[in-house]
């Protein structure tokens, strides 16, 4: 017998959010390794675009400000992607990269992670 398993679904980790897209924005993504729907993000300062949180880094993107939507593959290039950037209920089960420091980083931006 063969079991399938299946990867996380895009938008599996949103309990809840605005209604229509007021929650979600196009966004670039640095380059880099491929990213699961429910990735943490961050802001680099120098270019304004998105790359996985990690309270470590000094390039802003320590500062947690959105949550990627929908996985993404890996890329060489600045990709497009679709984040949750404001008034949502997240699942934290299902957040990848969240720690308890990118909560009220979260929290300012009205991402709420139950």
């Keep these: 017998m063969t079991i399938l398993k299946q990867g996380r679904r895009d938008a599996e980790h949103i309990m809840g959010e605005g209604p229509g897209t007021l929650s979600r924005e196009a966004i670039l993504i640095t380059a880099g390794a491929a990213l699961p729907p429910g990735q943490v993000l961050g802001i680099v300062t120098t270019t304004g675009h998105y790359a996985p949180y990690d309270k470590d880094n000094t390039d802003g993107s320590e500062d947690a400000a959105a949550v990627l939507y929908a996985g993404i593959p890996a890329s060489a290039e600045v990709r497009t992607g679709a984040a949750t950037v404001r008034h949502a209920e997240l699942n934290g089960a299902l957040l990848t990269g969240f720690d308890e420091e990118a909560r ?7 991402l709420i992670v139950r």
């Design 104 to 110: 009220p980083a979260l929290e300012a931006r009205q």
